[in-house]
């Protein structure tokens, strides 16, 4: 699939930088001076060692941002680490009832040394960040040294501003809270805003952008670009979001409705958050079901959730709607489960609702017959897999009682998309407004 170029018409670059970071020397200085000319020493000399990146999360973590974070550098080929600031817990209960693991505990990464320290955002969970020691003084020792540092949403307020780390940068953060930034720092209200080694950025709409500007800041606009094609962003940043609608029906399902997100070893975490985050920030009752033999799944790029319920107790009632995030692993997971399928098969016949996006509408519905005499689209890459390639070029397709959607840059048009039939076009505005997506 072609590489989209990248277009953040509304990102400030204050002053425009050198390179923050050099390549490490050392490895390549010491080859140089070996005698052995092999090819796997020379290939070692002329491979950069990975970046390593730390990304805190607490209880109250926004974890639309923080899963987006370490998706998008994982992309990149950076060496992520996902700590918890809880004491001697890694297990953190983030907001809207995700529950994330972390890899390790943050106290044990205390003295580890990083390229880049990434905090999301979130509440409480900014005000848990500025409250724990260990992570201040570990971000202040990292910006001494002159590393890049950056924050989302709250973050940048609550707490790189309590810890005096914007004085005098231009930075930016939530809507809310920019009546919380130091005064000693120019507040700019930017989508993301870049000043020196800092950089700041507004809320889960504006994540992926900013993720990639770390990725770009870290490994170069040709990485950046790298990976910001296959995950089939939006080509302008800010826009209102909108669906392909055909055969329209009433999605009117009242005010609670219950719906199903299966997940399993593989998923896409970008995509199953910012489902189940955005439906139930618009009130949805969103049952989260575990295909694995344990409540805990190993996302696609390592992210680490935690389920409500394993899939077979998830089945004991009915949904509303039933959506299935992508990920080529979880896609075939889903593909493979007969209890699933056969449950929606059973919802597709009752002419109830239901969706899927990224690879999941190639790969676990088409071959089950779930797309039969339906519009729909997928992972640009699978496309060659629908049987009806009709509308697959829209980002967000609606055919009466199916939704399909591409990948990770559209979750949150379709996750708005599917706000917009259930509570309608003004509750999924108030949603894209408050995430600052549009």
């Not at 390549?28 to 990304?55: E, G, H, N």
């Not at 809507?175 to 805003?193: G, I, N, Y």
């Not at 039933?322 to 009752?350: R, T």
């Amino acid at each position: 699939m072609a590489t989209r170029p990248l277009s953040f018409s509304t990102l400030i670059r204050t002053p425009s930088p050198p390179p923050l970071l050099r390549r490490p020397q050392t490895l390549t200085r010491a080859l140089a001076s070996s005698s052995s000319s092999s090819p796997l020493a020379q290939a070692m000399a002329s491979s950069p060692a990975p970046k390593k990146v730390l990304v805190p999360i607490a209880n109250g973590t926004e974890p639309m941002e923080a899963a987006i974070i370490v998706d998008v550098l994982r992309r990149a080929g950076a060496q992520v680490s996902v700590a918890s600031v809880e004491p001697a817990a890694a297990q953190v209960a983030a907001a809207w009832g995700v529950r994330l693991v972390a890899d390790a505990l943050l106290d044990d990464l205390a003295q580890a040394d990083f390229d880049l320290i990434s905090l999301p955002g979130g509440m409480p969970g900014a005000s848990n960040f500025r409250d724990s020691k260990v992570l201040e003084n570990m971000v202040k020792k990292h910006v001494e040294k002159g590393k890049l540092y950056a924050a989302v949403c709250a973050a940048p307020a609550v707490a790189l501003g309590a810890w005096g780390l914007l004085n005098g940068l231009k930075a930016t953060c939530h809507p809310s809270f920019m009546d919380k930034l130091p005064s000693e720092a120019k507040a700019v209200e930017s989508r993301v805003q870049i000043d020196g080694k800092c950089v700041t950025s507004r809320g889960p709409g504006t994540t992926m952008e900013y993720s990639v500007v770390l990725v770009e800041q870290l490994c170069g606009k040709e990485k950046a670009d790298e990976v910001a094609g296959p995950m089939v962003m939006r080509p302008q940043h800010g826009a209102e979001f909108s669906m392909k609608e055909l055969n329209s029906t009433s999605w009117n399902v009242g005010e609670n409705p219950q719906i199903l997100v299966p997940i399993a070893n593989g998923t896409e975490e970008m995509e199953a958050i910012m489902i189940i985050d955005i439906l139930r920030r618009a009130k949805a009752n969103v049952v989260v079901a575990s295909l694995e033999g344990t409540l805990e799944i190993v996302a696609s790029r390592n992210v680490k959730m935690v389920a409500d319920v394993l899939l077979g107790d998830a089945l004991k009632q009915q949904y509303d709607l039933i959506l299935l995030p992508g990920g080529l692993g979880g896609a075939q997971a889903y593909a493979k489960s007969d209890e699933l399928i056969g449950f929606i098969k059973k919802q597709a016949e009752a002419n109830k609702l239901y969706g899927a996006i990224c690879a999941s509408p190639a790969i676990a519905l088409e071959p089950h017959g779930l797309l039969k005499g339906k519009k729909a689209t997928s992972y640009p890459a699978m496309w060659n897999k629908l049987a009806d390639q009709s509308e697959c070029k829209n980002r967000v397709v609606v055919d009466g009682n199916l939704i399909t959607s591409q990948g990770p840059g559209t979750s949150m048009e379709f996750s708005l998309a599917v706000v917009e039939k259930l509570f309608g076009r003004e509750r999924a505005l108030e949603l894209a407004k408050t995430m600052v997506f549009v």
